[in-house]
Structure formats: C-alpha cells, structure tokens
C-alpha cells in the first residue's frame, strides 16, 4: 500500500485566492483526518469524517475552510480566501474505525500564504 | 475532552545513551489509547509505539519502550540506545474510544542526539 497520499507536498499563494488540498486515505479505512501543525500552535484536528460522513468539525477555524468527502478514497480541504495565518502544514491522516486505531499519516502538505 | 501535556520542549542526549521523555495526559474515560510518534526533519509523522489503557504490561519495540503509570495518569517514553536518528520532535497522544478515533497530540518534546 502506498500510504497516505497528500498533494501537493508545497503550496505558495497569495492573500485571498483559494487553496484546494487533496487526500486519498489508505484502501479500506473508513475514519479520515485533517490536522493542521502550527509552530504557534502545535497539531490541531480541523474535522474528521467516518464513512466519508462528517462527525466533529469544530476545530475548523472558520467559514473560510472547508471539507468534503465525496467517497471512501479522496478528500478535498479547501481554504477561501486564504489569508497569511493560515501558512501551515496541513496533513492528512487515516485509520480504521474499529480495531487498533492507529492513524497513519501522509507527509502533509506545505501552506504559505503571502 | 482529553489533554495531553509534555513539559519538556527540548532534550538532548549523548548517542548509545538513554533518554525518557515525559506526558502527561487527562481523561475521564476508562478506555482509551496512548501513544508516541515521532515527527523527523522530513515532517513524516511516525508511530513509534502504542499502549492499550486496558493493559497493565508496559509496551515495548526494539529501543523503545513505555512507563505507563494509569492512576497517575503519566506515559513516558524510553529510548534506550540512542542514534542519530533518533533526532526527531516527539509527540505524546491520546484517543478516547468514546468519542471516535480523534487523536489529541501534546505540545511535542525536540530531541537531539549528540554524537
């Protein structure tokens, strides 16, 4: 298995354009992840979803972000508009439902907002 | 709601040397997990060992091992044996089986390994 795929691996952009970070989570999990690692703030959780169904979004930092599972194998995070503080390491992870829960990472991806 | 603490934001070792980082953690359920991953310079999030709360056996891999310590609420990670590339961030975390898989992480302890 190839893991936790996460592109793209570096984003730059400018104030106020949108971002769109994907995800395609292990074959066969059913929980999906997005954190969000901050110097300031350390890993938090922005949303998670169980069988692509949405469970706890409440670390969405607000309106400007959002997520989406169309299906049990992509995920989309989208910032609009981005602004600076939101320049941060975004990554995805995934895991089983059930069983030993352990969530295995993909290699994030890289936000700069100039 | 769980919170996980590490108080010590950097640490530094001697290499063949043994280190032990610190967590904390609060939580008012019985079942639940604990672990440690390791963050190196390329940002991959790693896991480096997993306890069961439910297990009083302290888990082990390789040069890693755990003190877990339930009523104090205590998770520490050993690194026996420390290489280079052991130099890493080290996060403690935590999963409350009652409310999903969410995994709250700690601040994260900075290791280096001196050769």
């Known amino acids: 298995d190839a893991g936790v795929i996460q592109s793209p691996r570096h984003e730059v952009t400018e104030m106020g354009q949108e971002v769109t970070l994907r995800c395609k989570p292990i074959?066969?999990?059913?929980?999906l992840f997005w954190y969000r690692q901050t110097m300031m703030r350390g890993l938090e959780l922005l949303i998670y979803?169980?069988?692509?169904?949405?469970?706890?979004d409440s670390g969405m930092p607000e309106d400007r972000f959002s997520a989406k599972m169309p299906n049990a194998s992509f995920s989309t995070l989208k910032i609009q508009p981005s602004e600076p503080r939101d320049s941060a390491v975004y990554f995805c992870?995934?895991?089983?439902?059930?069983?030993?829960?352990?969530?295995?990472f993909g290699a994030g991806s890289r936000l700069t907002v100039l | 709601a769980q919170t996980v603490t590490q108080s010590q934001p950097e640490m530094s070792v001697q290499e063949a040397e043994t280190v032990t980082l610190s967590c904390t953690y609060d939580?008012?359920?019985?079942?639940?997990?604990l672990f440690w991953y390791k963050q190196p310079p390329s940002r991959q999030m790693i896991l480096v060992i997993r306890?069961?709360?439910?297990?009083?056996q302290n888990a082990t891999e390789n040069r890693f091992s755990v003190n877990f310590q339930k009523a104090a609420k205590s998770f520490s990670l050993k690194i026996s044996d420390s290489q280079l590339g052991d130099t890493a961030m080290y996060f403690c975390?935590?999963?409350?089986?009652?409310?999903?898989?969410?995994?709250?992480f700690g601040g994260g302890t900075r290791l280096m390994v001196k050769p």
């Open positions: 992870a995934s895991s089983l439902l059930a069983g030993a829960n352990v969530l295995t």
């Open positions: 074959s066969g999990h059913n929980s």
């Open positions: 979803f169980n069988n692509n169904v949405p469970i706890d």
């Open positions: 939580t008012s359920e019985n079942n639940y997990y």
């Open positions: 306890q069961e709360a439910y297990k009083q």
């Open positions: 975390a935590a999963i409350d089986n009652n409310a999903g898989n969410m995994l709250t």
